[in-house]
């Protein structure tokens, strides 16, 4: 049997070119190479001009290597919110693990959790001096928060803090950085590479919050990760494969306009399909807060088991329901490094449970 293509939302399909990559790295010598030499200096450098052309990152904003999203929400309680506080605004499973992360590091977390059919309302939203946490697209039930409501809250809240997760929507949605001063993703879901990296991305207002709280406790404190990136090193001997296949996947991409827009009308393709089912439909009712990158689909147990049991003799994996939704739904993947050829192929599977 060949190879099943997998749809599942994270670690996903990765790009057809990363084994080649994977060669080079380990031909060139990068693998080896010490993370304090001037090479991996330069790869840093390199990285961070391409990232932030093909992402649309603000030049002024800092890019740092970290292991996890998970990494990422301890960063950011221990760095940041401990002291000033943080307001976790969630719909899900992710949001509320984030939520639940930041309360055990500090007392000074709270939460507005809302229902995961609506719209999130930003008249709700009462963070007083916290930082705003906020999932971005909820990988656990297939919603997402509109870039028009992000702007919405950033010009209404412009004096908090405002930390985004979008590890399942960085590099594959358009992102407007400004509206927010943290960002965060692994690599193993849009970005299409293997699981072990993740980006924080911080505005130089985030920047000039953590070197006013100097918080200095931990290996991965914010401040530390700040002054050894301003020599473009890391605090300890990161992923450097990791890195360096970002490096080669990011200078590979087009611009990520063009991405978002090839996804949107992917996405826009699946729901004409999916809406024609009798036995799926999707979990989030409302297509104005439906996630472009990770389609939830909701039917009974039974079809469900079925389903995901005859896709992988058929060569796909379709992602299993996340928490409380396990077993009534399955996810599938619109990530912009899965083929057309493949979705087109999942499709004629799917036409037969329809
Ligand atoms: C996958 C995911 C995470 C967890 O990512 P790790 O790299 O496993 O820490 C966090 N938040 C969201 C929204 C995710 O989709």
Known sequence: MKKPVSFYPGPSRIYSKVPKFIKTAYENGILSMNHRSPG????????????????NIPKDYKIFYVSSATEC???IAQSITAKT??????????????????RSITENATALEFNDQDQLNVTNISPGESTICITQNETSNGSQIKPETLKKIRSVFSKNLIAVDATSSMAGLFLDFNNADLWFASVQKCFGLPSGLA???????AIKRCMEITERDHYNSLIFIEENMKKWQTTHTPNILGIYLLNQVMHSRKNI???????????LAWTKFLDASEVM??????PAIRSETVITLKANQNFIKRIKENALEEGFILGNGYGELAKSTIRIANFPAIKKSEIKSLREFLTLWM
């Open 40 to 55: 991996f200096s330069e790869l840093l450098q390199d990285n961070d001009r391409v990232l932030k052309e093909k992402l």
């Open 73 to 75: 929400w301890e960063i």
């Open 85 to 102: 506080g943080s307001y976790h605004i969630f719909n899900g499973a992710f949001g509320e693990r984030w939520f639940n992360y930041s």
């Open 199 to 205: 980006l924080l991305i911080c505005s130089p207002k």
């Open 257 to 267: 306009e063009k991405v978002d827009k090839q996804l949107t009308i992917r996405s």
């Open 281 to 286: 439909e999707f979990y989030i009712k409302n």
